[in-house]
């Protein structure tokens, strides 16, 4: 239990969630199963950096932090991840999609 880091100065749930139910979004780090995923050992890589998914539902976790369960399809997995853990791509700002260029339109057909 020494290594959970609570982040103690960060209280998500004084704001609404970053995230909405069914929005998309994409993971920005890798996630192992840390023995709370059936099926799969201690260590396994359950979504790799880059995959998408759905959000499908909002908890919480020690009274401080949002935890989404994302459906990531691709995979049939639904996984519990911190805000910081994703990235949305339905709402991504102006400045960003015009950086993709092309490649925005690229996410509106994945939809």
């Not at 201690?42 to 790799?48: F, K, T, W």
């Not at 691709?74 to 996984?79: D, L, S």
């Amino acid at each position: 239990m020494a290594d959970i880091n609570r982040d103690d100065d960060v209280i998500e749930i004084a704001h609404p969630p970053r995230f909405h139910f069914g929005e998309r979004v994409v993971s920005r780090s890798v996630v192992r199963n840390d023995g709370t995923f059936n099926g799969k050992d201690i260590g396994d890589v359950l979504v790799s950096k880059g995959d998408i998914g759905y959000v499908v539902s909002i908890g919480t976790f020690l009274q401080q932090f949002y935890i989404y369960a994302v459906e990531f399809t691709e995979h049939g997995y639904r996984v519990g991840m911190r805000a910081k853990e994703l990235m949305t791509l339905d709402h991504l700002p102006e400045d960003i999609l015009a950086q993709l260029g092309e490649k925005a339109s690229h996410l509106q057909e994945l939809r």
